[in-house]
């Protein structure tokens, strides 16, 4: 979990990410997600306030959502956060939540 400490330092001191930025709460859980997601693209915020979305990340990456600075990443994707967190969003975790995300969109 540690591993991710100096690469949201980083975010923060370039002024990509804000400590602050609030998130939103869902109060109904679906059974899919009501947009198609994608890691390349979709902010990480936007797949924590979507409980399917968010319960994926948390199958192939709970690291992501338990890191403590996990707010200032809200603003980039899965795909931008593989630079900054080691071995921890590599390419097959990333095709996991790709492939599952994909299963859950809308059809």
Known sequence: MGKLVPAFAILLALGVASPSIAS???????????????????????????????????????EVISHPQVAMARPLSLRQLQ??????LNDAVLAKIQSALKAASPS
Not at 33 to 60: H, M, W
Not at 83 to 88: A, W
């Open 24 to 62: 939103s709460s869902k109060s109904a859980v679906s059974a899919k997600t009501k947009v198609a997601y994608s890691v390349e693209q979709t902010a990480l915020g936007t797949l924590l306030d979507d409980p399917t979305a968010k319960a994926i990340i948390l199958k192939y990456a709970p």
């Open 83 to 88: 630079t900054f967190s080691g071995d921890l």
